[in-house]
């Protein structure tokens, strides 16, 4: 056990080195994705080889790796510096000065003396993680492959680094898988920083004026986070003698400042209000870093580790604080995207909605919360992701993020149309994990006995009626339909292999983890949940039997009449405009002799719920809870 | 008020990005040939040129693109083709290895609906530093 | 068990649907001074839709109308099974979800907006429904209808605001005058007939029916909360159609920005209240 998690750990490291080595086309294409598969088998070998199993913990006590650490550290900051010198900004290397400081003044003052007990360790929720991060991340390097293809060919100007840029997906695949089994907090913050690097890195990829902006913006929030991170570890070393994250969960009244930072550093990397325009930034970047890291895998380390902390969270100050952090963002981020046109934006404050959701999931802290929480990353990881990559695959082809220019897919590209169904439909459509998660949510946001009760059940009504308005609006638009001519559809043959494998990946795995559901809660989330609660949680049968059901439907139905429906009979007819001739239900005849478009745009109704109005209020409103959060130790104890 | 010069064999499909275009305070003048396009070069300066990849022959707009860079370097040149699925394997592979003789800001294949072209074209001319109304 | 009264329900609430349908245009056009057309007219109409020629705009709409139907028919059976609340709620808006997508899929100008005056209706009136699912969760413990109800519970002695809340939105659900921005039976729509201008024959009949069952299943959750004194419940729910039916009467359609916000403010501080009243009061 001990050697596959090393080896998932240190293999994508590997890997990394040698796509960036091999010579550009067919054998960095073989390159990546031989690494991509080797990946997701051991990720997979490493879940099968779990079952079942008890939690293990490995003191791992390695010499050269304890000796690596801070030079690590060191050569991280390094690299900041240097590039902030070369782009001219300041603030960023501050940062990273300030926290090696922090780190300089630990490793001198207790270096010597550190005596974790056990540095690395795999439950099932690391497990879960790791599917994740294996399947999931590989797939989506997988889909890179073609898709970076593309996106040169549509910028020729823009500098061929796709060697360096698979060199930095793979290295932030070993640190994500190095975060999850890290149970010494030295290791995780190791960890956690070549995840902001990688970050930083990847969204500053194209080096436009924007990228470098936005990848700074990047960069300069997670490393406000990485300077609480070491403060927490600081603390509690200086404090109660504790490096391990074991032991912080264990530990019986200790103080909740150096937890509260923790979740500050978690909370920022999941771009919770007011840290979330480093996430909207980030869209910049090329879609693959968006559907890796800003979506599936590296923000849901900021949640992982306030999951982690869950138990130590409840009915505290620090928890209170954080359902409302979540629950703002969840609710306002939500009313957003109903003005809101880009679609990556449109993901993009999704995510960051439903991270506010499983944000507010650890803050409450009880058994059912923390099974919401896990379940929603499991499935929002594959929902999400799985419709970064379509928009992808859109940019490449349609040269667009605007949705107003989506419309008529499902005549354009019937293929890409069926997959954004089934995306989309993960997000907001019951019997899709998302939603009956949320279903579990309010159960157990209904649990708690405190003010935050109806707040939380307030934000859920208005947020959740929010998402199924967008969603639609957005599925109407490439649902809809036009008879054109052969030359205005797509050519589907022109998207790359690894997209559509990636893509129909996902697709089969949101389908399937929709159906396991009970068993992906019996086999990995609830023995995870009874080990540290004592008591377990799951969905009854009946009303499993019901989501069937209703699956059964969602599926038989629409393919039913698919197959049979070419032999029903109909006549075809022409759309209503008013009695005037229109031409091909495209464009009709009006007055004096002209020809005008039909042209339908969707309701954005910004005078109600406009970002910057929106933004705004959450951010100064999360700004307050952040402070309670940290300054609440000392005024509520 | 911009200024496109838009060299296409297809006059048809001209006018129909042209019906958004002018919509969008872009200018288009239609060039079905080289020859045209060359004729129009000497007179005028447009802001951009979008154009085909393959006019009289297979892949002569190529060769255009590279004379109009060596003549007038300022001026931003997009191609918009239908040519690449015609190209064979081997071509496709050194085009994606290496792309430093094509100097053009797009590479954009057909079909392009005319309002995302619009919006590429305001990309472009923003990227070369160009102002316009 | 309980799964009797959902196929009863299956079975019955389409000719109760279409009766209530009736009773409505007779007595709207008592109101109006006109005659009106025969109690049963509701159901010639669907039937000769049935009989008409299909004309279809596109391939998509029937399956779409026809997964709404059934949505809305397990939705209802859900209701009247006991079955959980919540789940009962998302099946409802899959079935709005349906219903939308074959508006769009029309790609016509009165279609699409109908679609998106649909959008804002279902986000107006989504939030109560939740809300009252969680008020009930509160008074009773459980989400299961059967058991919530079964036991005698005085849900509206509990949940007033929330009841208040539900009976504003019984207007937007019943496409009731003034919130039938989307959809209209009658002729004076803005919008020619909104999300069902596209919609004819067999299809535009599927719709007829699946409005039925929507109404017997919103007659229902009003009489959820009276359901300890099933006369009173009874009493009470066609007290609120009729009232429903002189709201329609004498108003004149609101803008969909005053449906949305004046149902949210409505939603935010009588169903709120009643919750965080739930909370104090110590549930």
Do not use: V
């Given at each position: 056990m001990l050697n596959t998690i090393l080896f998932l750990i240190g293999f994508p490291f590997l890997a990394a080195i040698l796509v960036w080595l091999a010579p550009a086309g067919k054998p960095r294409a073989v390159a990546v994705r031989v690494s991509c598969a080797v990946i997701s088998a051991a990720s997979v070998l490493l879940a099968a080889g779990m079952l079942h199993l008890p939690d293990q913990i490995f003191p791992f006590h390695n010499g050269l790796v304890d000796k690596m650490l801070f030079p690590a550290e060191a050569l991280l900051t390094v690299i900041i510096i240097w590039l902030g010198i070369k782009y001219k900004k300041a603030l960023a290397p501050a940062l990273a000065v300030i926290q090696f400081l922090i780190m300089f003044y630990f490793e001198m003052t207790c270096g010597g003396e550190l005596a974790p007990q056990y540095n690395l360790y795999i439950d099932q929720f690391s497990v879960i993680m790791a599917l994740v991060i294996g399947v999931i991340g590989s797939l989506i390097c997988l889909y890179a492959v073609s898709y970076m293809r593309d996106y040169h060919r549509h910028y020729p100007k823009l500098a061929d680094r796709r060697g360096y840029f698979f060199f930095v997906l793979f290295l932030f695949l070993g640190a994500m898988f190095g975060l999850v089994f890290s149970n010494n907090l030295l290791y995780m913050f190791l960890f956690w920083e070549i995840t902001t690097l990688s970050s930083f890195l990847l969204i500053g990829y194209t080096r436009t004026p924007d990228a470098i902006k936005n990848s700074f913006l990047a960069l300069t929030m997670n490393l406000a986070g990485g300077i609480a991170f070491a403060l927490a570890i600081v603390f509690l070393y200086k404090s109660y003698g504790i490096i391990e994250l074991d032991k912080v969960v264990a530990a019986k009244n200790i103080a909740l400042l150096p937890v509260a930072l923790l979740c500050l550093a978690g909370v920022i990397k999941s771009a919770?209000?007011?840290?979330s325009s480093w996430l909207l930034g980030a869209m910049v970047a090329p879609t693959p870093t968006s559907a890796l890291l800003h979506s599936s895998t590296m923000v849901k380390a900021g949640v992982f580790l306030l999951l982690k902390l869950a138990p130590v969270l409840k009915s505290t100050v620090v928890g209170d604080m954080l359902v409302l952090i979540g629950g703002l963002t969840f609710l306002l981020c939500s009313l957003i995207?109903?003005?809101?046109?880009n679609v990556k934006k449109v993901l993009a404050y999704s995510t960051v909605a439903n991270l506010g959701l499983m944000v507010a999931c650890a803050g409450v802290g009880s058994y059912e919360a923390v099974w919401v929480g896990i379940m929603f990353i499991v499935f929002h990881a594959v929902a999400k992701s799985l419709l970064f990559l379509v928009v992808g695959t859109t940019e490449n082809r349609?040269?667009?993020?605007?949705?107003?220019?989506?419309?008529n897919m499902v005549v354009k590209m019937p293929k890409l149309a069926m997959l954004y169904v089934i995306g989309i439909a993960g997000m907001f459509v019951a019997p899709f994990g998302l939603v009956i998660s949320k279903w579990a949510a309010i159960e157990a946001f209904l649990k708690?006995?405190?003010?935050?009760s109806p707040i939380l059940m307030l934000i859920l009504a208005f947020g959740s009626a929010a998402t199924m308005f967008y969603w639609t609006q957005l599925l109407g638009k490439i649902l809809s339909v036009r008879e054109m001519p052969q030359e205005e559809k797509q050519r589907e043959i022109r998207v790359g292999n690894d997209e559509w494998f990636s893509e129909w990946a996902h697709a089969g795995i949101s389908i399937a983890v929709c159906v396991l559901f009970p068993l992906i809660s019996r086999v990995w989330v609830e023995p995870y949940i009874a080990g540290i609660y004592g008591h377990s949680f799951g969905i009854g049968e009946g009303n499993y039997a019901i989501m069937l059901i209703m699956f059964a439907m969602l599926v038989i139905i629409p393919l039913a009449i698919l197959r049979y429906g070419k032999k029903m009979k109909y006549s075809a007819d022409k759309t209503y405009v008013a009695g005037r001739d229109i031409d091909e239900n495209y464009a009709f005849e009006c007055a004096i002799d002209t020809r005008k478009e039909i042209s339908l745009k969707n309701y954005y109704p910004s005078e109600f719920f406009s970002e910057n109005s929106l933004l705004k209020a959450g951010n100064s409103a999360c700004a307050v809870f952040i402070l309670l959060m940290i300054l609440g130790e000392f005024t509520w104890r | 008020m911009a200024e496109i010069l838009h060299i296409d064999k297809d006059e048809k499909l001209i006018s129909y990005h042209a019906y958004i275009l002018e919509a969008a305070g872009l200018h288009v003048h239609p060039a079905s040939s080289a020859q045209a396009a060359r004729a129009y070069l000497e007179t005028a300066r447009p802001d951009v040129i979008i154009t085909e990849a393959s006019l009289a022959g297979k892949t002569d707009g190529f060769d255009l693109v590279k004379e109009i860079n060596a003549k007038y370097p300022g001026i931003p040149v997009m191609i918009l083709t239908s040519v690449y699925d015609e190209m064979d394997d081997a071509w496709k592979d050194a085009f994606d290895r290496d792309k430093s003789w094509l100097p053009v800001y797009r590479f954009m294949e057909k079909p392009v609906s005319p309002i995302v072209l619009a919006e590429e074209v305001e990309h472009v001319l923003e990227e070369a530093g160009h102002k316009h109304a | 068990m309980e799964i009797i009264w959902g196929i009863v329900y299956v079975i019955l609430a389409p000719f109760a649907g279409g009766l209530l349908a009736g009773v409505d245009r007779k007595l709207t056009a008592r109101m109006q001074r006109r005659v009106g057309p025969p109690v049963l007219q509701p159901f010639y109409d669907v039937l000769k839709l049935f009989g008409k020629e299909n004309f279809e705009v596109n391939r998509l709409q029937f399956p779409f109308m026809l997964c709404h139907l059934v949505f809305m028919v397990y939705t209802g059976a859900l209701f009247y099974s006991g079955s959980d609340m919540l789940l009962m709620i998302f099946a409802l808006t899959v079935a709005a979800t349906f219903l939308v997508l074959a508006a769009y899929s029309a790609n016509s100008p009165y279609s699409f907006i109908g679609a998106q005056r649909e959008l804002v209706l279902v986000l107006s009136a989504e939030p109560v429904l939740i809300l009252v699912a969680a008020g009930v969760f509160k008074v009773t413990g459980t989400f299961r209808l059967y058991e919530a109800v079964a036991t005698g519970n005085e849900l509206i002695k509990f949940l007033p605001g929330l009841f208040l809340c539900l009976f504003y939105v019984f207007t937007i659900k019943l496409r009731k005058?003034?919130?039938?921005?989307?959809?209209?039976?009658?002729?004076?729509q803005e919008i020619v007939?909104?999300?069902?201008?596209e919609i004819s024959g067999r299809t535009l009949a599927l719709l007829e029916i699946s409005h039925w069952y929507e109404n017997i299943f919103l007659l229902g959750f009003i009489f959820m909360f009276f359901a300890f004194s099933p006369v009173l419940g009874v009493a009470v729910t066609l007290l609120a159609y009729l009232a429903e039916i002189v709201i329609d009467n004498s108003n004149a359609r609101l803008r969909w920005q005053w449906t949305l916000v004046s149902s949210w403010l409505i939603t935010l501080i009588f169903g709120g209240g009643n919750l965080v009243a739930l909370y104090l009061a110590g549930r």
């Open positions: 919770q209000m007011p840290f995207n109903l003005s809101e046109r349609f040269y667009t993020k605007d949705m107003e220019n989506f419309d708690i006995d405190s003010l935050l | - | 005058s003034p919130f039938d921005i989307s959809y209209s039976h009658h002729a004076h007939k909104g999300i069902s201008t």
